[in-house]
């Protein structure tokens, strides 16, 4: 059993910046992969970025290629997601999931534990 809580959500200007932490405990972190996906309202949750367990390869969505950046701390069983240059269409429930074994890191399916998320608003 993994716990999730992620943290650092909150109201934001066009353009500004917000970091995104996720901490877990329960079984080994540094074993898994982590990705942050997001929910705006009326809106499927959406893929934002992984990190495999080593931290050697992030993978982005298009949207936020460029803005974003995803790292992890596996000494402090944390992963991070930077958000640069924050839009308006950014603005949804932020969450953490941890990635066990094979499947995409694209598609939420791939994922066996979830945050309770945080909520982002980006204001123009």
């Known amino acids: 059993q993994v716990q999730l809580v992620e943290s650092g959500g909150g109201l934001v200007q066009a353009g500004g910046s917000l970091r995104l932490s996720c901490a877990a405990s329960g079984r080994s972190f540094g074993s898994y992969s982590m990705g942050w996906f997001r929910q705006a309202p009326g809106k499927e949750r959406e893929f934002v970025a992984a990190?495999?367990?080593?931290?050697?390869?992030?993978y982005y969505a298009d949207s936020v290629k460029g803005r974003f950046t995803i790292s992890r701390d596996n000494a402090k069983n944390t992963v991070y997601l930077q958000m640069n240059s924050l839009k308006p269409e950014d603005t949804a429930v932020y969450y953490c999931?941890?990635?066990?074994?094979?499947?995409?890191?694209?598609?939420?399916?791939?994922?066996?534990?979830w945050g309770q998320g945080t909520q982002v608003t980006v204001s123009s």
């Open positions: 999931a941890v990635h066990i074994g094979g499947g995409s890191f694209y598609t939420d399916r791939s994922y066996n534990y």
């Open positions: 990190i495999t367990w080593s931290g050697g390869r992030p």
